[in-house]
């Protein structure tokens, strides 16, 4: 039996996120394989979205189809199943239709289980007793990497034979011009400074960095932090920050990158990581990472990143301080992790995809 391929629009009604920007990256894919496509399942790919979602010019070649009344959870668990029933639902952002039961739905990582002090008490319970259900149901769970499959399988999300790993690309962070601004705006030397996310949940480990960033050590070097969470969330979260840290704020896709590019390196000490975007997104701007020994981190970076523990600030002060007293170790690691996140483009994602709509298509035949 050929059922028609819809893709789950939720994400287009949000801000921009990690998770949202996979969704764009692996939707921008499918319209090149739509031949495919329609050749596999009858139809052509389509959207189905809320019909608060504007039309968006970064997918002009996918069909939006905007319909309901309702928005956001609610119009995914009460309106979008039937408007799919019947259809192979794709969806791309943590959660799909509980009622679906001819669905491919993408799990990045199990953060409400391993660090639910990270979420308010209703998200955690909300995702912990629907992603269980979605696993069950769902014809595939697709997830980031080998480390989130394994978590899956250990929390009882989804049972791994019908877990696909899908890495995620990482090449739309060369494709947007540096706005060079930035730097004299924060007062920034280039490579004297360590760039990392400012996000204060308690597994992105936020406090390592600035504990570090305390010392006498790097009191030559600043800590900028870029994100919505800004200094008085950090203080609002029990954390100290030392006079040589920077909040940039929520910045510009060109602003990031000149921030990358200019940086001595970037740091990331996230304890259960699920991929980790935001230091391959460095590591193929030239920037070399530090990153934590946990998570994803280590199958991802492989052998191109320093690796530091997340419970000792030392390791930090270690890492980041041989990076600015030897350039020719951080010109060396620069080159390697150019080299590595290579690897991680929309391409390859794209065709792990279509694997999986390929075996999904010949089981249903």
Known sequence: MRSEVVINGKFLSAAMTGVHRVAFGLVEQLICYQPEIEDLFGKPASIAAPHTVALTDRLPRMPIDRKGVLAGQWWEQLELPAKTRGKLLLNLCNLAPVASATSITMIHDTQVFTSPQSYSRAFVHFYRTVQPVIGARALRILTVSRYSAEQLVRWNVAPADRIRVIHNGVDHAVQTVADLSVLPKLGLGAARYVLALSSVQ???????LL???????????TLVLFGTEGRPAAIAAGLAVPPNVVFAGRVSDGALRALTQNALCYAMPSRTEGFGLPPLEAMLSGCPAVVSDRGALPEVCGDAALYADPDRPADWIGAIRAMADDPELRARYAAMGRLRAAHFTWARAGDSLMEVLRDVARERR
């Open 202 to 208: 308690a597994h992105k480990n936020l406090k390592v």
């Open 211 to 221: 504990e570090a960033f305390a010392s006498e050590r790097l009191a030559d070097l």
